[in-house]
């Protein structure tokens, strides 16, 4: 059955999903197919419905995601204004973030070398982010705790 997850909350691992039975099911980790840790809100999925409970839960690839971050957002901001930190701002790693700003302003001070090298990190993260699936940088830098590659 398809369905679109209506919630998940990564710390207890319990969400629902909306079928297209327009039934609600309830959905834990252990219900997720092999390799997905937590579902993006807003995702539509595959899934095998049990007694009000959805098993065997795997996203469906490509489907329109109303997640909260958006992976292609932030490879653009990586690539743009990466070297100011702007896409950790833009996931919530704002320590990160500031720690970019701060080594990039510093550069100015140090011929410019501090500010290269970071520079050529937000790159690495544009490209990072890029070759990542929307549900692995989910998981990583918005579900997850990832500040940095």
Not at 20 to 34: E, I
Request: hydrophobic share 50%; with cysteine.
């Amino acid at each position: 059955m398809r369905g679109i997850v209506l919630g998940f909350d990564t710390a207890t691992g319990k969400g629902v999903i909306s079928g297209d039975d327009t039934n609600r099911y309830s959905v834990d980790r252990a219900g997720l197919g092999d390799g997905v840790q937590s579902l993006i809100p807003g995702k539509k999925v595959d899934f095998v419905a049990v007694d009000g409970r959805a098993t065997s839960v795997f996203p469906v690839p490509g489907a329109f995601s109303l997640g909260e971050k958006n992976k292609w957002v932030a490879a653009l901001l990586a690539f743009v204004f990466g070297a100011l930190g702007v896409h950790k701002f833009y996931l919530g790693k704002n320590t990160a973030g500031f720690i970019m700003l701060v080594v990039f302003l510093a550069g100015f001070l140090l011929v410019g070398i501090p500010s290269a090298i970071v520079s050529v990190i937000a790159l690495i993260e544009c490209v990072i982010y890029v070759v990542k699936s929307d549900q692995r940088f989910y998981d990583d830098y918005v579900a997850g705790d990832r500040a940095w590659f």
